[in-house]
């Protein structure tokens, strides 16, 4: 199966940078779309950055200009610059994953653990 791990996460000051990672293992025979979600506590979670396999990116509105997300040449990592952070910014950000496993023909949509980024004065 596909597993994602998260690492980077922690408490900073408004206006503060953090850096994001995930690093997707198993046994994966492709993997698509990579990118991070977030979900605040009392909030859906959200989409905050994706990155095609060619490098295509999207962002959510409230982060563009703030964050940048990039993927490494075996696409199987992906990071999420955080620069400015803001208190709205505060919460559970989830790396993901569209990936097909090896032994199977079926798709599906992997999830990290999750990483707290906390916003605070």
């Known amino acids: 199966q596909v597993q994602l791990v998260e690492s980077g996460g922690g408490l900073v000051q408004p206006g503060g940078s953090l850096r994001l990672s995930c690093a997707a293992s198993?046994?994966?025979?492709?993997?698509?779309?990579m990118g991070w979600y977030r979900q605040a506590p009392g909030k859906q979670r959200d989409m905050v950055a994706v990155v095609t396999r060619t490098g295509i990116t999207n962002y959510q509105d409230s982060v563009k200009g703030r964050f940048t997300i990039s993927r490494d040449s075996a696409l199987k990592t992906v990071d999420l610059e955080m620069n400015g952070l803001k208190p709205e910014d505060t919460a559970v950000y989830y790396c993901?994953?569209?990936?097909?496993?090896?032994?199977?023909?079926?798709?599906?949509?992997?999830w990290g653990q999750g990483t707290q980024v906390s916003v605070s004065s």
């Open positions: 993901y994953a569209e990936a097909l496993p090896r032994d199977s023909e079926t798709w599906g949509t992997y």
């Open positions: 198993g046994s994966i025979f492709r993997i698509n779309n």
